[in-house]
């Protein structure tokens, strides 16, 4: 379970040891253990209140589930995933929320302003169609964790276009954990090329038969078509930053 700490509640050597532990965040070598940051008008109790409203609620199935907003690496795709009024009520009264992903620090705004209580969950609760992408969080995990430093250019737009690599993915008949990560790393590492690529385009069809996996495809491509889609792709953000 969170717990939420009041650090300006603590003596000068506990906040310390909290700002030490909430920089150490963007060493990408172990799962979060300060999730965030937040900035709020409202007393301890009334916040711990709202983010534990959030916490448990109905799935796809109906059945109640556990749901980790609060970890970066669920955080980031599920604001890819929301609409701007389930963005604002999940912030509720919190004026700013800070997070850690990609190992980058990531500031998201909100109005300060709760939401009705007599609503529950429902504002910003994941709709059932929301929910698989979501549920892709770890995947999402286990792409940027392979990535090298994301230059901060590139890792706002990083969570939607991790969200529309899986769903195009998964409409090529990817399903398994692996291959969705895998498939969404090569598309991001070697750029717009590789998904356009005539090789891959070529078997799309075959894997929505289910005539070729994802290993045999990736198998197809030489290592000298790999370094030049890399170089390719580097050159095209080096443009666009320049730009």
Not at 57 to 70: A, E, H, I, N, T
Not at 181 to 201: I, N
Request: aromatic letters at 10%; proline letters at 7%; a negative charge.
């Amino acid at each position: 379970m969170p717990r939420l700490v009041d650090v300006a509640a603590l003596d000068e050597a506990a906040q310390t040891i909290v700002t030490e532990a909430w920089d150490a965040e963007t060493v990408r070598d172990r799962p979060p253990v300060v999730c965030a940051w937040l900035d709020s008008d409202l007393d301890g109790e009334s916040l711990v209140e709202h983010i534990a409203r959030y916490l448990v609620g109905p799935g796809v199935d109906g059945k109640p589930v556990f749901w980790r907003f609060y970890d970066p690496r669920v955080l980031a795709l599920t604001l890819a995933t929301f609409d701007p009024a389930q963005r604002q009520a999940l912030l509720g009264p919190i004026q700013s929320w800070q997070f850690i992903w990609a190992g980058h620090r990531w500031s998201i705004s909100g109005r300060g302003v709760a939401t009705d209580l007599l609503e529950g969950h429902v504002p910003a609760w994941p709709r059932n169609d929301q929910w698989p992408r979501i549920n892709r969080s770890d995947v999402a995990t286990q792409v940027v964790d392979r990535l090298s430093d994301v230059p901060v250019q590139e890792v706002a737009s990083l969570p939607a276009t991790l969200d529309r690599l899986f769903g195009d993915a998964a409409q090529f008949g990817l399903t398994q954990a692996d291959d969705l990560a895998d498939y969404a790393w090569h598309c991001v590492k070697y750029g717009s090329a590789f998904e356009q690529h005539p090789t891959l385009v070529q078997a799309r069809t075959e894997m929505v038969d289910g005539r070729i996996t994802w290993p045999e495809i990736v198998s197809l491509f030489t290592p000298d078509e790999l370094r030049q889609l890399e170089q390719s792709s580097r050159l095209s953000k080096a443009q666009r930053t320049e730009s």
